[in-house]
Nanobody
Framework: QVQLVESGGGLVQVGSSLRLSCKASGFTLDYYAIGWFRQAPGKEREGVSC????????????YYVDSVKGRFTISRDNAKNTVYLEMNNVKLEDTAIYYC????????????????????WGQGTQVTVSS
């Protein structure tokens, strides 16, 4: 059974850091891209970042939306079947439920920020940024 489980969310202050984890089970993460999304109250789910996989070169291209570029870093540890989202210098507008998701593909698509292209989703982890 394919499963993605997010963890690491919590209550943090503006300007601080947080690391989210996305642990996969039921499939080998090595062959799949993973995306991170977030959904704030009353808003649509939006893409945050995506990391591709390449079993041959171990080169993992990463992609970020403008609102998090330079502050968030996505990475993967295939040995642990886990993808991370390092969040630095968080802002109030980063408050949301964060989800990881996997497409049935090894590469992030050109529309990696759209939820439509993803087949498996985790349940989410809440991140709340306070002033």
């Amino acid at each position: 059974q394919v499963q993605l489980v997010e963890s690491g969310g919590g209550l943090v202050q503006v300007g601080s850091s947080l690391r989210l984890s996305c642990k996969a089970s039921g499939f080998t993460l090595d062959y799949y891209a993973i995306g991170w999304f977030r959904q704030a109250p009353g808003k649509e789910r939006e893409g945050v970042s995506c990391i591709s996989s390449d079993e041959f070169t171990s080169h993992y291209p990463t992609y970020y939306v403008d609102s998090v570029k330079g502050r968030f870093t996505i990475s993967r540890d295939n040995a642990k079947n886990t993808v991370y989202l390092e969040m630095n210098n968080v802002k109030l507008e980063d408050t949301a439920i964060y989800y990881c998701a996997a497409p049935i593909a090894s590469r992030c698509s050109d529309s990696y920020y759209s939820p439509d292209g993803y087949d498996y989703w985790g349940q989410g982890t809440q991140v709340t940024v306070s002033s």
